[in-house]
């Protein structure tokens, strides 16, 4: 009887701990993704602060931002991309802090740079593109810019390596890229919030 109660008392225990390893889980994923918020918008509002002025326009401001993006970073490969919740994120911190980084980088710190100085609607896409190499569809991340009710592309990556910062890829109604980007057939959208 008293062996009973005590493996009736040690299931209790075991119980009670898993229960409460449950509990303080997403108060720790909450915090983690607070300081994530935190470290991003000081990062974004230091950048913006440095590199537009409360007077341009907002096209200037993207064109400000998309050319400090295209000069100031480098290329880091990243292989298997598997975005979890809240990649972008943690990638445009990376970009920022690391100085390079794959297209999906490019397009995180863009985007968080274009939303903090215009309060446009921003995204992320991610699909294929042939951009590159017009024989061969690789995966690739952009960002599109809605302006008055049309979806424009900023794509500093595909600018910077693909047409070796023309200005080719900065603010192109989409409907003029379609090819360029397998038609967005398969493409995923990440909204941008700040």
């Known amino acids: 009887m ?3 109660r005590r493996n009736t008392y040690k299931r209790l225990i075991m119980f009670a701990l898993a229960l409460a390893l449950l509990l303080s889980a997403p108060a720790a994923s909450v915090q983690a993704a607070s300081s994530v918020n935190k470290k991003l918008a000081k990062q974004v509002n230091g950048i913006v602060k440095k590199k537009v002025k409360a007077k341009d326009s907002k096209k200037k401001k993207l064109q400000k931002l998309f050319q400090y993006t295209e000069k100031t970073y480098k290329y880091g490969r990243a292989y298997g991309f598997k975005p979890k919740k809240g990649w972008e994120k943690n990638y ?13 980088h490019y ?3 863009y985007a968080f740079l274009a939303k903090k100085a215009t309060n446009y609607t921003v995204r992320i896409g991610v699909g294929k593109t042939n951009g ?6 690789q995966d690739h991340a952009w960002v599109e810019i809605r302006i ?6 900023c794509d500093p990556n595909m600018d910077k390596f693909a047409a070796k ?7 192109k109604d989409r409907k003029g890229l379609k090819k360029t980007y397998n038609n ?4 995923k959208y990440y909204n941008v919030k700040l």
Do not use: D, Q, R, T
């Open 2 to 4: 008293k062996k009973n």
């Open 165 to 171: 910062s023309s200005g080719k890829y900065f603010l």
């Open 107 to 109: 397009a995180a710190a």
């Open 92 to 104: 445009a911190l990376e970009m920022y802090s690391k100085k390079k980084g794959s297209c999906y």
């Open 132 to 137: 590159f190499n017009p024989k061969v569809k």
């Open 184 to 187: 967005f057939k398969g493409a």
């Open 148 to 153: 008055k009710g049309n979806w424009y592309i």
